[in-house]
């Protein structure tokens, strides 16, 4: 069974640049997250999906950043006009449903780099 | 909002015990899970308290006091792979996990 996957492993780009990230949550898992993790820092929630919608986008910095789950499967994170302080590592996990004890699994992650 | 305080670094000796304190202040609070990360990994899941009390699971134990709203993490017979970053995080019901900055923690021979 493979676990979560997230493409790229590394992406480099300019400021100003749009990217698109990409996680593979494990199959038959509902609950999709997407967390960014600065250095010395804990991951810090950015979206919520429970199948293709997002049920918690909350923590989405501004609108710059979007998320999209069409089939409730792959997601992607997009972010429009990176800045610098975009960079980080960006997290993806899932889990069977949302609630109480579920154990998240998490992707190794994109580290993003802003030039 | 929600707060978690846990120590930065923490080092111990092999084969020794360690416990990694947190202490939180959120609202909605429904338990705490603790992570592992190695450096350049992902985080994994080690353990989640619901209730008070403690929960066991082989070298590694964790426990909740709801009252105190604290939690701390033991590791027992430390061993050099178990040196990582530990993580406590909540669950609030409202938003998914939050998590604390991490504990790094060294075990040296």
């Known amino acids: 069974g493979a676990g979560v996957s997230q493409t790229p492993s590394n992406k480099v780009t300019e400021k100003g640049k749009y990217v698109e990230l990409r996680c593979d949550p494990i199959?038959?898992?509902?609950?999709l997250y997407w967390y960014r993790q600065s250095l010395g820092q804990g991951p810090e929630f950015l979206i919520y999906?429970?199948?293709?919608?997002?049920?918690?986008d909350s923590g989405l910095p501004n609108d710059r950043f979007f998320a999209v789950r069409p089939e409730g499967s792959v997601s992607t994170l997009k972010i429009q006009r990176t800045e610098r302080g975009d960079s980080a590592v960006y997290l993806c996990a899932s889990s069977l449903k949302r609630t109480g004890d579920n154990e998240q699994f998490f992707g190794p992650g994109t580290r993003l780099t802003v030039l | 909002g929600q707060s978690l305080e846990q120590p930065s670094e923490v080092t111990a000796v092999e084969g020794a015990i360690v416990q990694i304190n947190c202490t939180y202040q959120?609202?909605?609070?429904?338990?705490l899970s603790w992570y592992q990360q190695h450096d350049g990994g992902a985080p994994t899941f080690l353990s989640y308290n619901g209730l008070d009390g403690l929960e066991e699971t082989g070298r590694f134990s964790s426990f909740l006091s709801r009252s105190d709203s604290y939690g701390y993490l033991l590791l027992q017979e430390l061993q050099m792979k178990d040196s990582a970053s530990y993580f406590c995080?909540?669950?609030?019901?409202?938003?998914?996990?939050?998590f604390g900055k991490g504990t790094r923690l060294s075990v040296i021979a």
């Open positions: 959120t609202s909605g609070f429904y338990g």
């Open positions: 995080a909540v669950h609030t019901g409202n938003t998914p996990l939050v």
């Open positions: 999906f429970q199948g293709t919608g997002a049920a918690d």
């Open positions: 199959s038959g898992h509902t609950a």
